[in-house]
C-alpha cells in the first residue's frame, strides 16, 4: 500500500464551488505539506504543517486553507474555485530529522 | 527569496546520448536534492547532496553539488528511455522549518 495517499486523484469542477483535497499518511511523519505543481514553474509551496496545531502559510496561500485533522490527515480546500486553480496538487510529508519529502500521487483539479 | 534556476526546460535526446542538466541559484543551500517524476506519479526522490564539491553516482546518473553550494548538476551517461521523465532539484537553506525550493524541472524525453 502507498505510504502517502491523495484523493480524489482526478477532480472536475465549476468557479466558485468549495472543493477539498484529502492527503493520508502512513509514514508516521509529523510534517506535511501541500503544493502546487504547473508548467514551466516547479512545486510551489501552499501551506505546511509541523504538528496537529501547527499550520503556516506558504508562498501562494491565497484563496487556499488547510486543516490537519490528525498526525496523519492533512486537507486543503480551495473556498472557492477559480479557473486559475486549475493544476496538479500534490502532498508530500517528511519526518522532521531529514528534508527528504515523501509525495502522494497527486490530484489532477480542473476549474471550469 | 531563494530562487533555483534549472536548466534546460526540455530535453529531447536519442537513447545512448548524454545529458547534463543544471540547477543555479544566487542562494547557498545546506543541502540539494534531485528528485524524478513519472506522469501520473509524485516526485520520488533520486539524491541528496550535502557537502561543497561533493560527488554522488546513482548507475548512469552523477550529481554533483558545487563547491560554493549555490549550485549543481546531474548527468546522465547514455540516456535510455527508461530515464524519460521531470528531474526536479530543490534546495534546502538549513532553517529548521524543512522547507524546500524547487526548481522550474526538465522534461527529458529518450528515444529509441
Known amino acids: 500500500d502507498a505510504d502517502v495517499t491523495q484523493t480524489p486523484r482526478n477532480r472536475i469542477t465549476k468557479t466558485g464551488k468549495r472543493i477539498m483535497l484529502e492527503c493520508s499518511q502512513t509514514k508516521g511523519h509529523d510534517r506535511m505539506y501541500w503544493y502546487r505543481q504547473d508548467p514551466g514553474l516547479g512545486l510551489r509551496l501552499i501551506y505546511y504543517?509541523?504538528?496537529?496545531?501547527?499550520?503556516n502559510k506558504g508562498e501562494i496561500s491565497d484563496g487556499y486553507s488547510v486543516s490537519r485533522q490528525a498526525q496523519a490527515k492533512f486537507s486543503l480546500s480551495l473556498e472557492s474555485a477559480i479557473p486559475n486553480q486549475t493544476a496538479l496538487y500534490f502532498c508530500?510529508?517528511?519526518?522532521?530529522?531529514?528534508?527528504?519529502?515523501?509525495f502522494g500521487p497527486g490530484t489532477r483539479l480542473t476549474v471550469l | 527569496t531563494q530562487l533555483l534556476e534549472q536548466s534546460p526546460q526540455f530535453l529531447s535526446i536519442q537513447e545512448g546520448e548524454n545529458l547534463t542538466v543544471y540547477c543555479n541559484s544566487s542562494?547557498?543551500?545546506?543541502?540539494l536534492q534531485w528528485y524524478r517524476q513519472e506522469p501520473g506519479e509524485g516526485p520520488v526522490l533520486l539524491v541528496t547532496v550535502v557537502t561543497g564539491g561533493e560527488v554522488k553516482k546513482l548507475k548512469r546518473l552523477t550529481f554533483q553539488f558545487g563547491d560554493a553550494r549555490k549550485d549543481s548538476s546531474l548527468h546522465i551517461t547514455a540516456a535510455q528511455p527508461g530515464d524519460t521523465g521531470l528531474y526536479l532539484c530543490a534546495g534546502d537553506s538549513g532553517t529548521s522549518y524543512g522547507k524546500l525550493t524547487f526548481g522550474q524541472g526538465t522534461i527529458l524525453t529518450v528515444h529509441p
Open positions: 504543517s509541523f504538528d496537529v496545531k501547527d499550520i
Open positions: 508530500a510529508t517528511s519526518d522532521g530529522s531529514r528534508v527528504v519529502q515523501f
Open positions: 542562494s547557498v543551500f545546506s543541502s
